[in-house]
């Protein structure tokens, strides 16, 4: 094919405008010198309605603003199939998400054990994309939190239900500690998870190019997927270097091609970012032999080491009335009320997300006399830090949780669970508890089901494949279900809950007493809390999986970065949302210092 008459020059092309990618090219565009051209697959997001407006996320699925991949069955979990809804418009996942900024532990990011990515480091680099608007009643961390950067985040005004589940949270042994969430040094107690919410409008990374923040040196091409990376030897010295962007407009398929002095950065999400490197020739050349792709670079980690957070719902129905916000969107009329609301004054129940409270825990003594937990406590890698030895997770116990405990305010969650019985429309009120797993040791994997850029990738997550991911969810499941049943706030106020026959019945005849009772439970309801990652992993120069170096450089290929979430080598314990602001700013200024003047003189790989 003759590209030549179509090609256009950038100084750097960035493949995918979503959480990271936006980041990336908005930052690079604080130099005016250069030119950045930034492709997104989906449409703009400028009139997405439910991109604003919080509430309305979950109308953003299940159509062309969702790349509606659907796992194939997945043994760990009764081999039921999962759908994973990610954002297809600019901004990406920022504009459909849950909104909570949770960043994890510094010690998970200590953990990759790579230069210029401590927690210390990185909690730097979260800092930087925010603009924190405090409240009176928020206890903020001041230090914790940056104040110039374009994503606006607040805390969330607590639903009473929220205030009695975190009473719950406190009498049950997790202490209150206001902004853990943001500092990363807290792993067992409870808090508030501030959003990325201000003033009645989402804030997404679409915000550091569009707004206040649109630039003449930026050109954002939507509608636009890309299918490869064009790598060809350099004249000169045969290394491989990035040349051009392959890209098919997605509704008609025509092909057309763009041409990068400098660089081209990867940021299509854990994903689509593996299935361009594939498309690209780099990665396992069995995989790529499979789809007669030619192998450019023999990569094996592409595409592997998927890991995301299996989360479990428990819901429950309480009598009193308007302590969940049930009343405020599904009773009798309320939801025309409460849209109108958002339309004139961008306030009221859509104006945020109803997750409410939140909680780290250490699950050390509830599993202690676990034969699976003392059979790897004693044979599982024996890193020490410090004096201190890692749990069979592989986690510090005095820096990093075992699970996430959140709560909704109101009925709402995954479509497999709109079968319990009490529907909110018959004027019920819900909440819910939810329990999630952090540093599974279950890994899945992204291949290529085509070699068409406008095919979706196999996505097999491989959820609670390992017996120890299915030991502390369930064990999570179980304290979840204690913290409402006992709880010094909500103990008493459930008349009904799903699964049935949680404790409000009868003392001693609860169905779900043991944590063997919670594992088909877990088995038939554990879903993705869409936190996909490791992909394209960074790792050290002896890791024959690394994907990256620690400057997210492709290993093989001049010129050619990944940035979004593939490239964490381990989840952390947290959202993804902030890394993914992170990740994008650390590319930024990684770009920046390798194309500075001086490092540029000293002889990297302009190709033009
Ligand atoms: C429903 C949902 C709820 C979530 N809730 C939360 C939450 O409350 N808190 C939190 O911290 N995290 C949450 N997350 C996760 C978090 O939002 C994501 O992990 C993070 O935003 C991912 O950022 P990314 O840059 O890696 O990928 P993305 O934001 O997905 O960006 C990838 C972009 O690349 C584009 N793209 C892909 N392939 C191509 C191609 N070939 N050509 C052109 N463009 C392409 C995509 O359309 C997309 O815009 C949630 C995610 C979802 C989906």
């Given amino acids: ?152 985040t607040e805390p969330h005004d607590l639903a009473p239900i929220s205030q009695l589940i975190m009473s719950s949270f406190v009498s049950e042994g997790l202490p209150h500690v206001p902004d853990m969430f943001s500092t990363g040094e807290t792993p067992h107690g409870c808090g508030h998870a501030p959003r990325s919410v201000y003033n009645g409008l989402r804030t997404t990374s679409a915000d550091f190019v569009t707004n206040g923040f649109i630039r003449k040196n930026v050109t954002v091409v939507t509608g636009s997927t890309v299918d490869h990376v064009l790598v060809e030897p350099d004249a000169q010295t045969g290394e491989l270097v990035a040349r051009s962007v392959l890209v098919q407009d997605t509704f008609s398929g025509d092909v057309r091609a763009y041409h990068a002095k400098r660089e081209v950065v990867i940021c299509g999400g854990a994903y689509c970012s593996p299935a361009i490197l594939l498309r690209s020739g780099i990665g396992p050349k069995s995989e790529l032999e499979k789809h007669d792709i030619p192998c450019v670079v023999d990569s094996p980690g592409v595409g592997q080491n998927l890991m995301d957070h299996p989360i479990v719902f428990i819901f429950y129905e309480t009598a009193h009335p308007n302590l969940t916000t049930d009343h405020l969107v ?65 986690l510090l116990p005095s820096k990093q949780p075992n699970i996430e405990l959140f709560t909704t305010e109101c009925y709402g969650g995954p479509k497999q669970y709109d079968h319990f019985p009490a529907s909110p429309n018959r004027d019920a009120n819900v909440f819910s508890i939810i329990a999630e797993l952090f540093s599974p040791h279950s890994r899945g994997s992204v291949t290529l089901s085509s070699r068409d850029g406008r095919e979706n990738p196999v996505v097999d997550c491989n959820y609670l494949d390992h017996p120890l991911d299915m030991l502390v969810l369930s064990e999570g499941v179980r304290f979840a279900n204690e913290i409402v049943m006992n709880g010094a706030g909500t103990k008493g106020i459930v008349k009904g809950s799903w699964p049935e026959g949680l404790g409000y019945g009868t003392p001693g005849k609860e169905r779900f007493r043991t944590r063997e009772d919670w594992v088909p439970y877990v088995k038939e309801h554990a879903t993705t809390c869409y936190h996909a990652a490791g992909t394209c992993a960074m790792g050290k120069d002896d890791n024959p999986m690394a994907v990256l170096d620690n400057k997210l450089r492709v290993r093989g290929v001049a010129n050619l970065r990944v940035a979004d979430c593939s490239i964490m080598p381990t989840l952390h314990g947290g959202h993804t949302q902030m890394p993914a602001y992170g990740i994008g700013e650390k590319c930024a200024d990684l770009i920046k210092e390798t194309w500075s003047t001086d490092n540029v003189s000293q002889g990297l790989r302009a190709v033009l």
């Fill in 1 to 152: 094919m003759d590209l030549s008459s179509e090609l256009e020059y950038y100084d750097y092309i960035i493949c995918g405008g979503g959480t990271s990618g936006c980041v990336v090219a908005g930052r690079l565009a604080e130099n005016p010198n250069v030119k950045i051209l930034l492709i997104e697959a989906g449409q703009h997001n400028k009139d997405l309605e439910n991109v604003h407006m919080v509430g309305g996320w979950s109308n953003n699925f299940d159509s062309e603003t969702d790349w509606n991949v659907v796992t194939p069955p997945m043994k760990g979990i009764d081999n039921r199939q999962v759908k994973l809804s990610r954002g297809k418009f600019l901004g990406g996942c920022s504009g459909c998400n849950g909104t909570l900024c949770i960043r994890g532990s510094k010690q998970d990011f200590d953990d990759w054990e790579l230069e210029g990515w401590s927690g210390e480091e990185f909690f730097g680099y979260m800092r930087k994309a925010e603009t924190f608007h405090p409240k009176p009643w928020f206890d903020a961390n001041e230090q914790a939190h940056g104040y110039d950067g374009p994503l606006h």
């Fill in 330 to 394: 599904y009773h009798k009329n309320a939801f025309e009320t409460t849209y109108n609301l958002w339309k004139t004054n961008k306030t009221g129940f859509l104006s945020t997300f109803p997750f409410g409270a939140f909680a780290y825990a250490r699950l050390d003594d509830r599993l202690a006399n676990e034969p699976l937990w003392k059979e790897y406590q004693n044979t599982s890698k024996d890193k020490q830090v410090g004096n201190e030895k890692r749990d069979p997770m592989y």
